[in-house]
């Protein structure tokens, strides 16, 4: 993917509206990283620089260029509020109007809402692992008392007794 990736940035390089970059997450751009929620890489992050959206579209030059195309450009925020429509700007328009505290809490509750998903999430997957990791467990368990209990060996004779029966034939 670097290589597409590279041609990419160099493709949007004169670009005063679309940024195409790259970010060493394990060096100085490791705090950047951390508050969008960066976790594996490669990772492909777009949109209002301030609400970072996943990118899930293919990563080959011509799916990313694509993409980039459509979709890297001024878009609805408060910076642009003349793109927005009738609904989104009065949105804009009450979150605006409010005091710092009141939407600093308003967003530690919604980020609050997706840290508990997230947890749940892990707890609920943790479960399901474990009843798999069990139920493995008991598939093979059984498996071997079956054979241990002469499945083999039972198999054994019954072919021995069919090529008995053929023999007198």
Same mark, same amino acid.
């Given at each position: 993917?670097?290589?597409?990736? %590279?041609?990419?940035?160099?493709? /949007?390089?004169? *670009?005063?509206?679309?940024?195409?970059?790259?970010?060493?997450?394990?060096?100085?751009?490791?705090?950047?990283? +951390?508050?969008?929620?960066? #976790?594996?890489?490669?990772? @492909?992050?777009?949109?209002?620089? &301030? %609400?970072? $959206?996943?990118? $899930?579209?293919?990563?080959?030059?011509?799916?990313?260029?694509? /993409?980039? +195309?459509?979709?890297?450009?001024?878009?609805?925020?408060?910076?642009? !509020?003349?793109?927005?429509?009738? %609904?989104?700007?009065?949105? @804009?328009?009450? /979150?605006?109007?409010?005091?710092?505290?009141?939407?600093?809490? #308003? !967003?530690?509750?919604?980020?609050? #809402? @997706? *840290? %508990?998903?997230?947890?749940? /999430? =892990?707890? =609920?997957?943790? #479960?399901?692992? &474990?009843?798999? $990791?069990?139920?493995?467990?008991?598939?093979?368990?059984? @498996?071997?008392?079956?054979?241990?209990?002469?499945?083999?060996?039972?198999?054994?004779?019954?072919?021995?007794?069919?090529?008995?029966?053929?023999?007198?034939?």
């Amino acid at each position: 993917m670097k290589p597409d990736w %590279d041609k990419l940035m160099s493709a /949007f390089s004169g *670009s005063t509206t679309q940024l195409v970059a790259d970010v060493d997450c394990t060096a100085a751009g490791k705090p950047l990283c +951390e508050s969008n929620g960066v #976790k594996g890489y490669p990772t @492909i992050k777009w949109g209002d620089p &301030s %609400d970072l $959206q996943d990118y $899930q579209g293919g990563r080959d030059y011509e799916s990313l260029k694509t /993409f980039a +195309e459509e979709n890297l450009k001024p878009v609805c925020s408060p910076a642009n !509020i003349e793109l927005c429509d009738k %609904d989104k700007k009065k949105e @804009i328009e009450t /979150f605006m109007a409010m005091a710092d505290a009141d939407l600093d809490a #308003k !967003i530690a509750s919604e980020e609050k #809402k @997706i *840290s %508990d998903a997230e947890s749940l /999430f =892990e707890t =609920e997957l943790q #479960k399901l692992q &474990s009843a798999y $990791q069990k139920l493995m467990d008991d598939k093979d368990k059984t @498996i071997a008392d079956v054979k241990a209990a002469g499945l083999g060996l039972m198999k054994s004779c019954k072919a021995a007794k069919a090529k008995g029966s053929s023999d007198e034939l």
